[in-house]
């Protein structure tokens, strides 16, 4: 009964919540924390009082201090919320897709996503709006990315790439090669004569990406099966980034490298 108490301490008010992050950063005194959260004595001090009862923090002559269970309690409850503030932040996204094409570790680390979030186009403007995210990749200094899909502008953008020595590593299901091989064929061998780029070949894969060394972006595919070419997850931020990088590795690994056709 007692963690059910702290949780609800912590979880059932926003106030309480920053007011235990505030104080972990250093003590503070009454008239900081009234300052910071704009609020008078009456206000704050019943927040105050439900905390110091619970073990979070303690008052000394001066200032209001955390305790090393408040310390823990904070530690655990800061990936919690980043974690669900992340799914919330775009709830119809990860509510009507298959997650099937992300690993578990990731899906774990899905609060990196926070920062994300979703572009959505209109069907008579799909090709369009590729060209405009061509465009926000083009300033990238390298590119990685996994396509289920095949998307008729790509091909010459990624000979444009090659051309211009720019490092890109592209994992393609079969699918997409066999179309690509069979309708683009000097592209795609310009692109395996590059000597900064490397191509990989996948039988399938439930998602589709690319990340670069300033973007991520994702699509992934309805629960249905059919693949959603309306709704990307976008996002420019380090940790967006990173994860994007962790997803491509993971696909990178369980492909085999195409050198020739």
């Known amino acids: 009964m007692r963690s059910n108490g702290l949780l609800s301490v912590l979880t ?7 007011l235990l992050f505030f104080i972990e950063e250093e003590p503070r005194t009454l008239s900081q924390i009234r300052e910071y959260f704009k609020v008078s004595s009456p206000e704050i001090s019943p927040r105050i ?8 923090i303690f008052k000394d002559e001066k200032k209001y201090h955390i305790t090393p269970i408040g310390r823990v309690a904070s ?13 919330e932040r775009n709830d119809d996204f990860w509510k009507e897709h298959l997650l099937d094409g992300i690993p578990q570790k990731l899906l774990d680390r899905i609060g990196d996503l926070g920062e994300c979030s979703v572009h959505q186009e209109g069907l008579e403007n799909i090709y369009d709006s590729h060209k405009n995210f061509i465009g926000n990749i083009n300033k990238s200094s390298e590119i990685d990315g996994v396509s289920t899909i095949f998307i008729p502008v790509y091909p010459e953008f990624f000979v444009s790439l090659a051309k211009n020595d720019v490092p890109t590593k592209l994992v393609l299901t079969t699918n997409v090669f066999e179309k690509v091989k069979n309708e683009y064929r000097d592209s795609l061998e310009t692109y395996l004569n590059s000597d900064n780029t490397k191509l990989y070949l996948i039988d399938e894969a439930k998602v589709a990406f690319i990340v670069t060394d300033n973007f991520f972006s994702m699509s992934l595919f309805f629960k249905n099966g059919t693949y959603d070419p309306q709704n990307d997850l976008i996002g420019h931020d380090e940790a967006a980034v990173q994860w994007g990088k962790e997803l491509f590795e993971h696909y990178k690994e369980k492909a085999r490298e195409i050198k020739s056709l």
């Open 12 to 18: 059932f008010s926003e106030k309480r919540k920053d």
């Open 49 to 56: 009082k439900e905390m110091v009862a619970s073990n979070l």
């Open 75 to 87: 530690k655990y409850l800061k990936p919690l919320i980043k974690t669900l503030d992340a799914i």
